[in-house]
């Protein structure tokens, strides 16, 4: 690892100290990891811009360590994704672009390393350097999961595995096609009637259930349109029944 320095070499290293990289180094690490050369250097000029072996020692731990955490190589993006969802957020070096999300008035990211197309941003990053608007830049981007909001959003927050899904043939294995609307209505007949209701429940009174109570709570009309992915909230409307109790309540006034 070490190199002589002739008499040259020690008086750009006195003048440009904490400046100065070695190049072999940069090609070394940028033939071996996913991201550009501009941004090994980078990394090499913050944490071993030195001439010191023993500096540079203790540099190239920090590089390496960041390199090899923080970029994603094929075949690793559903990794990065598993250690977002178990950890709370994950670190990577990858090129960031946003783009503007008219439906929901909001800005989203791209992440390619991870094929993410719609990871949400707040706006002041975006203003603040609106080149993510165009060709976008390498960065170092901090990936935080939210469960909570994929939830509102009425999906999962990296895939799109449906809510019931098919079996292959009678094997029992799940698959990410998604079951048949009849096959989903049969299956919940089944498993109320297991459960001793007397009824004919379908998934119609189980959204209406949900609804419901979502908006006896405290939830606004819009919000559970959104979460029932309707299209109109009088769709939603038609699944509100907190003016059920409403309308017995002055039926009960009426005398008799």
Known sequence: MSMQLDQLDKLAAS??????????????????????????????????????ESE????????????????????EEELFKARAKETGSVRIIDILRARLDAKNDCYVAELPSLNLRDVRIDNQPVRDNERMLTDGFCAEVTLTYDGIIAQEKGGRLFDKTPLFRSAAGRTGMLIDRPMHRVD????????????????????????????????????????AQAMAAHESPRTTKLYDRTGDEITLYEVERIPI
């Open 15 to 52: 003048v440009f100290d904490g400046y100065l990289v070695r190049k072999d180094l940069v090609r070394k690490y940028s033939r071996q990891y996913p991201i550009p050369t501009y941004v090994v250097e980078f990394l090499l000029g913050r944490y071993r811009a030195s001439v010191d």
């Open 56 to 75: 540079i020692a203790e540099g190239l731990e920090i590089v390496e360590k960041q390199l090899k955490d923080r970029t994603v190589r094929t075949g």
């Open 184 to 223: 989903a209505y049969e299956m919940i007949r089944r498993r109320t009637a297991e459960a001793g209701f007397k009824g004919k429940l379908g998934c119609h009174v189980f959204r209406a259930i949900g609804i419901t109570a979502y908006l006896e709570a405290g939830g606004t009309l819009e919000k």
